[in-house]
């Protein structure tokens, strides 16, 4: 009679204890879809792991923790559906980003012109820089923010910085233009920065902010702010403002870097949309 008795105690003590494994389990399963939905796709897949028996832990089969994880490693992801990999929180909505040359480092401009260096790979926020001011109290606007190996250069309105990611400005060029910079674009390959202030446009190494290069306006119409660069033919053309009624045709100015040349094209539109290189 004892031996029953103490066999029916083993039974409930069993059960009782699996109980708590599949409670254990739905918790765990239900914090990795919480973790998936915040953006951690790794910590989630690492939790559902948890809730699901292995050769070490023989906790019963919850049905939820496989749904938990295969949500976590999209198992059955077709590519049809574009599913969230992780979230990158901000103070702000996000404005604008940036890429670094492999992809792997990512610079976002905040509504407030904050600036956020995140690591794709593993999420950490690796720097954050706060809105500037210029002298007279007013934020700067963020032209670009260029991820660049271990850096991130600024452009804004008047300057332009180089950031370390421990947050030290390496260095600070001030625009030679009369105005504010208007539009930057960049070429790692080159490792240029092309600037325009106003009817004068320079091309920066990416690496010392010097000025390589000037393409100053030499028209009567104003430089717009559509700039191309053809990293092959290593030539900038910029395209220019056209006062309604003052000229029947466009304009175009192409820079060529190797040849230090300039060169003023005419088009047959007044009106320039877009500006491309032939491949």
């Known amino acids: 009679l004892f031996g029953i008795y103490n066999a029916y105690n083993t039974m409930l003590i069993r059960q009782n204890y699996e109980q708590k494994q599949i409670n254990q389990s739905k918790y765990l399963a239900n914090k990795s879809i919480e973790l998936l939905e915040e953006g951690d796709r790794k910590a989630a897949a690492l939790v559902a792991l948890e809730a699901l028996p292995n050769e070490e832990d023989d906790r019963p089969y919850v049905a939820l923790a496989q749904y938990a994880l295969t949500e976590a490693v999209h198992a059955y992801d077709t590519g049809n559906i574009m599913k969230m990999d992780r979230v990158l929180k901000h103070d702000l909505p996000v404005s604008d980003f940036y890429y670094d040359k492999e992809g792997t480092i990512l610079a976002s401009v905040d509504q407030s012109d904050s600036i956020y260096v995140w690591d794709l790979e593993t999420g950490e926020k690796l720097l954050q820089v706060l809105p500037s001011l210029d002298e007279n109290g007013y934020v700067e606007n963020v032209i670009a923010a260029i991820p660049f190996e271990d850096r991130l250069i600024v452009v804004e309105d008047n300057s332009i910085r180089c950031i370390s990611h421990s947050g030290k400005e390496l260095w600070k060029k001030i625009p030679e233009g009369e105005l ?79 040849k230090r040349q300039q060169k003023d094209y005419v088009t047959q539109a007044d009106y320039i949309q877009e500006v491309v290189f032939a491949p």
């Open 180 to 258: 504010s910079l208007s539009e930057c674009q960049y070429n790692f390959e080159d490792e240029i920065l092309i600037c325009q202030s106003g009817d004068l446009v320079c091309i920066h190494d990416i690496r010392t902010g010097d000025v390589l290069h000037r393409i100053p306006n030499r028209l009567e119409h104003s430089f717009s702010m559509e700039i191309e660069y053809s990293e092959k033919d290593k030539k900038c053309a910029i395209s220019h403002n056209i006062i309604k009624d003052t000229a029947s045709e466009g304009y175009v100015t192409v820079y060529d870097l190797q």
